[in-house]
């Protein structure tokens, strides 16, 4: 693709790498056929390609963002199965993520659009207001029917991670908190063959926290030092993705720092992470740093040693300590995992290893409609395609369903009573951690 910034431009490094991006584009459109957006639309502006050009005419006249241009790219999911598809190494990603900032520089959102990203970029960072938020949402639930449908779909979220749903005639399996069952120093080893620091996240420990429990007692039954390093929290993606750069770079900042700490002071092999929209944000700090005089080194070696879970867990020799009973799970590939970190059939070869019967779901590239803050955002579509990914999910007849990203875990859950786990929650399960699943002792119908 030809472009036209000026050398004044140009001597931007954030133009010069978008400039970078274009130009390996060639049009050919393949992305196009992969867009979950696109599927439902098939408007070319809702598909890569027409993104890309939307973003291109901006950033090139570095003109203001106009409503066509918002309209467009706030419907992208970056769910980067474009990036998969494309034959030519577009990092649509790094391109969305400028656009995104110019918009938020140059472009005044209508006031209740406005209000609703700044109560996000308040509350979910951060894990005590999320709760706070939950309770408040639980407490005007009664009032739902005159809410606006962004709201109700907050609503939905915690009335979903409160009620423990039982068996239903569709499923003889459920999901069982086992954070009491197990105490997580339980099978600790004296000697560890690898220290690892484990991000706990924001929004994750406040809606599931039995997955970075399981996390914990995996990894420490297996003989891996498992330390939760002071100061970190939030990655900054929700906020990254909303173009809120200062309050995305804040929150990365200080866990930088904290993970700097400890691998000076009792090194690091990896830094894990259980929600894979989190993973990729890690593994991004590189870039996203590397003007930062002052950042860049260390957000490279973070960069490093970031892995999700499912990486850390393939390099142990696991203990099957219990056999399981027959539990066929269909495998739903997280977005974040299978497109932005390259990690589709690992996992899945964890899980039958382990002794579960995976399934594969068809579509199993098309994002679920989560995607961070989108299934709030952009209601209508998430919608959509959550009831896309369920009917997907539902036609296998799985006894449980299995994902790598709180965000997906949550969305599913909002449109299927089949119980839905985090793939580690399930490989803790058979090296000798509590079931995730109540199995109830009828048969499956
Ligand atoms: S990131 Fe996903 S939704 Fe956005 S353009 Fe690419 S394929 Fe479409
Ligand atoms: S597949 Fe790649 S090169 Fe082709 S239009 Fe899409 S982004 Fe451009």
Known sequence: MQTHFSLARLADPDVADSDRILRACVHCGFCTATCPTYLLTGDELDGPRGRIYLAKDMLEKDRPADATTVKHLDRCLTCLACMTTCPSGVNYMHLVDHARRHIERTYRRPLHDRLMRKFLAFVLPDAGRFRVALAAARAIRPFRRVLPVRVRRLLEIARRERTQRAPTTRSRVDTVDARAASPLLSHARSTAIKRVALLPGCVQPALRPQINDATIRLLRRHGVEVVIASGTGCCGALVHHLGKENPARAQARADIDAWSREIDDGGLDAIIVTASGCGTMLKDYGFIFRNDAAYAHKAAQVSVLARDVTEVIAGLALEAAVPLPAVSVAYHSACSLQHGQNLHTLPQDLLRKSGFTVLEVPEGHIC??????????????????????????????????????????????QGTDIPIVHTVELLDWATGGPSPLRIAACPHS
Not at 369 to 375: D, F, P
Not at 379 to 396: D, G, H, I, Q, Y
């Open 368 to 413: 679920c409609g989560s995607a961070g803050t989108y299934s709030l955002l952009e209601p209508e579509m998430s919608t959509r395609l959550r009831e896309r990914k369920v009917r997907n999910l539902e036609a296998l007849r799985p006894d449980a369903i299995a994902t790598g990203n709180i965000g997906c875990i949550t969305q599913i859950a």
